[in-house]
Nanobody, 118 residues
């Protein structure tokens, strides 16, 4: 499974962006999909994830500002972030959990840079 992210870039504080991540390759059943981020000198952290059935989870730092959604038919997950803050700057990574038979596998995208600056 390959995950390709898009939508990162330079955003002003208070601005918005929408990240997309599309899965391709040999796909069986993709369960949870999510977004993580890693800022320089910090550990990678969960931003938000969404189950195949649509149940969502958000980091406290983005609650009320982020919305995660997915299109199961397209194996794509989206992250809409509003009211961006300087602390939101990071490399954002897409993650997907796949079920193949009785085995679970996790996949990561290559990351997309989000820069928040005036």
């Amino acid at each position: 499974v390959q995950l390709v992210e898009s939508g990162g870039g330079l955003v002003q504080p208070g601005g918005s962006l929408r990240l997309s991540c599309a899965a391709s390759g040999t796909i069986f059943t993709i369960l949870t999909m999510g977004w993580y981020r890693q800022a320089p000198g910090k550990e990678r952290e969960l931003v938000a994830d969404i189950t195949r059935g649509g149940r969502t989870k958000y980091a406290d730092s983005v609650k009320g500002r982020a919305t995660i959604s997915r299109d199961n038919a397209k194996n794509t997950v989206y992250l809409q972030m509003n009211s961006l803050k300087l602390d939101d700057a990071a490399v954002y990574y897409c993650n997907a959990q796949q079920l193949s038979g009785t085995s679970y596998s996790h996949y990561w995208g290559q990351g997309t840079q989000v820069t928040v600056s005036s």
